[in-house]
């Protein structure tokens, strides 16, 4: 009730008057002054009146202010669910760089408790080595009042282990530009700093692996084209040698001819693998690539006893890309299964755009399979399980894929067949060609 007080004040106050009345008008017998009498009464009432808005006011002040508390306590113990729930490392320090608070991340990171931490310099927790270049990179931060900074660093945990940490901090200064203290958190990075370091050496790798590979790409072309010409000459001069031989000798020949044309595919193919080919990239329709080297590749599929099926879910899906090159691609992969499937069978080629924007093809043959040992060595050069294979057409094939920024995946068990994954960025169609396709449906 707001006018408790004010009511309270007033009946007291008119108590006392009716009090004060019977006391000085029927004890002590004094003649009766009204005017006396309503001006006693009146200022006795104003003053309790004024006192009880008083206590109304103050005690509606007290409440708010119980409430504003209790708000506050609710808020607080909010906030410190908050900073104990948060994974990384919440911590204040004062000016002298002591920590005065930490939430309950740091024993997780350290293996330090927060009781013990509390009061210690955060100096005291990173590793020896590191911390005059830290202190320093501080320093200059606060000559130059910096408010915010961010740096890496190391640090050994209780139980001896070494870990990485990003702190991001803020400087906090008065009106004077002296520094008050920090607040920050810590971030846990040494995965990360790990996965960098072994990229970093992953990338040596293979730019060493590159240069090898660009030595011997040179080398290899180098080679075919010294071997060409006088292989050509070998080649022309038993061409005449066969003319006169008899029906033995000939038949020595057509060997010999047979193993020269087998060398100069082998050299056909280190040039194609050694010399940067001209490829012009453009936005294709993959769907239209695969109908035709489907159909290309179907009649010689048929004579072993074989079908080529599609799955396409889409009848446009647009990549960039060169086509000539990603035929080439799809027609080896295709011969190989079909070389793959000496009993016949099913070769399944599916396309569908996946929900991360990659076009996604499926080539799926129900052969032979390879073994472990096998689907290790996949693409490396010259290598080859069959009688007549130079062990390159695989690897070509990687290579215009890598070429063209397409993630390859081989799944092969033996006797259960192999399943090609290759993965294209989608390029969108554009509006024209959007709107031809709705006309034409």
């Known amino acids: 009730m707001i006018y408790r007080g004010r009511i309270v004040s007033v009946l007291i106050g008119l108590l006392l008057v009716l009090t004060w009345d019977f006391i000085y008008y029927f004890v002590l ?113 606060i000559s130059l009042k910096k408010e915010k900074m961010k740096m890496d660093f190391s640090y050994q945990k209780r ?27 810590i971030s846990d ?19 060493i692996e590159s240069q090898k590979l660009s030595v011997a790409g040179q ?9 060409r010409n006088p292989l050509t000459s070998i080649n022309g001069f038993l061409q005449l040698l066969r003319d006169d031989a008899d029906e033995k000798t000939k038949e020595y020949l057509g060997i010999v001819f047979s193993e020269i044309k087998r060398i100069e595919l082998v050299l056909s193919e280190l040039l194609i693998l050694a010399k940067p080919q001209s490829v012009t990239y453009r936005r294709i329709n993959i769907i239209e690539t695969l109908d035709h080297v489907a159909k290309l590749l179907n009649t010689n599929a048929i004579l072993y006893n074989i079908e080529i099926q599609t799955d396409f879910h889409e009848r446009e899906l647009h990549i960039r890309g060169d086509e000539n090159q990603l035929k080439q691609v799809f027609i080896n992969l295709l011969k190989n299964a079909i070389e ?35 689907l290790d060595k996949l693409g490396e050069p010259f290598f080859t399980t069959k009688t007549k294979g130079t062990g390159l057409g695989l690897t070509i094939c ?22 090609f994954h290759i993965m294209f960025e989608a390029v969108q169609a554009t509006e024209r060609k959007r709107r031809e396709t709705l006309q034409n449906q």
Not at 62 to 72: G, T, Y
Not at 159 to 183: A, H, P, S
Not at 189 to 207: D, F, Q
């Open 398 to 419: 990687l290579r215009i894929l890598r070429d063209h920024g397409a993630d390859i995946r081989v799944q092969s068990e033996q006797g259960e067949g192999t399943t």
């Open 189 to 207: 990075i040494t995965e990360r700093v790990h996965n960098e370091e072994e990229l970093i050496e992953m990338n040596e790798t293979l730019a």
């Open 159 to 185: 139980d001896g282990q070494f870990r990485w940490g990003e702190v991001n901090v803020k400087l906090n200064y008065d009106e004077n530009g002296e520094l008050l203290g920090t607040v920050g958190t």
């Open 29 to 141: 017998h004094y003649p009766v002054d009204l005017k006396v009498d309503l001006v006693f009464t009146v200022l006795i009432l104003f003053i309790s009146y004024y006192m009880g808005k008083n206590y109304d006011t103050s005690y509606k002040t007290l409440a708010a202010l119980r409430k504003s508390e209790e708000r506050v306590k609710l808020l607080n113990e909010e906030m410190q669910h908050v900073l104990q729930s948060i994974d990384e490392v919440v911590f204040h320090t004062n000016s002298k760089g002591e920590f005065q608070f930490l939430n309950q991340s740091w024993e997780d990171y350290t293996g330090y408790t927060v009781k013990e931490s509390l009061h210690k310099n955060a100096l005291h927790f990173i590793s020896l080595h590191e911390r005059h270049e830290i202190l320093r990179m501080v320093r200059q931060s």
């Open 340 to 374: 793959s499937m000496p009993h016949g069978g099913a070769i399944t080629i599916s396309a569908d755009l996946s929900s991360y924007n990659k076009v996604q093809l499926i080539f799926k043959d129900e052969g032979v399979g390879m073994k472990k040992e096998t």
């Open 219 to 227: 080398l290899a072309a180098g080679i075919a084209h010294e071997v």
